[in-house]
């Protein structure tokens, strides 16, 4: 069976993950934590793409990212993709691809879902059990978000602005956002979604982007489609 087109549309928040080989690290040390950052941000700026969030764990990392064209996702990661793997290759003495293959992505309702997203990553070290405070992973968006550091790389989306006035009410609102964490379900919508590049919002939401694409973007129903009585009315 022939795999779907990644579905992303320019102007809509989508959250990416793109994993290492047979889970593999794709990082090994801080310096290449460091480069994957300055090359991820230098991408991002060429291509067009806001990075909200992100989460960078060793053997995959999480974005969370508004494309400013339907072409810019891709065109970032695999510009990502060139740049730092050739690097990564060359100063480990290594050879051959780094990625699981494609990265995964969902595109996402933002009044529903970005915030919640957010959450997601930034709390994944945490559900990790590398910290145990989101802030404290020093490669997160996270400190970043808590007022504890000004992170080049994060562009803030409008509603996380909105959480208040003052830097301080919005980091003091996202804060509680944190606490309060995920649900199981909202957890596994998320995951769900992206691992299968379908859209993730309301009813409307969906019916929305169906009048932009021609690309399924919800799971078809189980079973065999329902039998259709044709017999002539009596």
Not at 20 to 28: A, C, S
Not at 51 to 60: F, G, M, Q, R, S
Not at 98 to 106: I, K, M, N, Q, V
């Given at each position: 069976?022939?795999?779907l087109a990644?579905?992303?549309?320019?102007?809509?928040?989508h959250?990416?993950?793109?994993?290492?080989?047979?889970?593999?690290p794709?990082?090994?040390?801080?310096?290449?934590?460091?480069?994957?950052l300055?090359?991820?941000?230098?991408?991002s700026?060429?291509?067009?793409v806001?990075?909200?969030?992100?989460?960078?764990?060793?053997?995959?990392?999480?974005?969370?990212?508004?494309?400013?064209?339907?072409?810019?996702?891709?065109a970032?990661?695999?510009?990502?993709?060139?740049?730092?793997?050739?690097?990564?290759n060359?100063?480990?003495a290594?050879?051959?691809?780094?990625w699981?293959?494609?990265?995964?992505?969902?595109?996402?309702?933002?009044?529903?879902?970005?915030?919640?997203c957010?959450?997601?990553?930034?709390?994944?070290?945490?559900?990790h059990?590398?910290?145990?405070q989101?802030?404290?992973?020093?490669?997160?968006?996270?400190a970043?978000h808590?007022g504890?550091?000004t992170?080049?790389?994060?562009?803030?989306?409008?509603?996380?602005?909105?959480?208040?006035?003052?830097?301080?009410?919005?980091?003091a609102?996202?804060r509680a956002?944190?606490?309060?964490?995920l649900s199981?379900?909202?957890?596994?919508?998320?995951?769900?979604?992206?691992?299968?590049?379908?859209?993730?919002?309301?009813?409307?939401f969906?019916?929305g982007?169906?009048?932009?694409?021609?690309?399924?973007?919800?799971?078809?129903?189980?079973?065999?489609?329902?039998?259709?009585?044709?017999?002539?009315?009596?």
């Amino acid at each position: 069976m022939a795999r779907l087109a990644r579905l992303a549309l320019a102007g809509l928040p989508h959250h990416v993950i793109q994993r290492g080989h047979h889970q593999q690290p794709i990082v090994l040390d801080d310096e290449d934590r460091r480069l994957f950052l300055q090359i991820l941000r230098e991408s991002s700026i060429a291509h067009q793409v806001s990075v909200h969030a992100y989460a960078l764990l060793d053997d995959h990392v999480h974005l969370l990212a508004t494309p400013q064209a339907d072409s810019g996702l891709s065109a970032m990661m695999q510009a990502v993709g060139r740049r730092y793997v050739a690097a990564f290759n060359r100063r480990h003495a290594r050879r051959g691809t780094l990625w699981e293959g494609r990265f995964r992505a969902t595109v996402l309702e933002p009044e529903r879902y970005l915030l919640p997203c957010m959450s997601y990553i930034e709390l994944h070290p945490v559900r990790h059990g590398q910290v145990v405070q989101p802030e404290l992973f020093p490669w997160s968006s996270s400190a970043h978000h808590h007022g504890l550091r000004t992170d080049p790389l994060v562009s803030d989306h409008k509603l996380f602005w909105a959480l208040g006035n003052t830097p301080f009410d919005r980091e003091a609102r996202y804060r509680a956002l944190l606490a309060q964490g995920l649900s199981s379900l909202q957890v596994k919508d998320i995951t769900h979604a992206t691992q299968k590049g379908w859209a993730l919002g309301s009813p409307g939401f969906v019916a929305g982007l169906a009048q932009q694409t021609d690309r399924r973007l919800s799971a078809k129903p189980r079973g065999r489609p329902r039998k259709i009585d044709v017999s002539p009315i009596k």
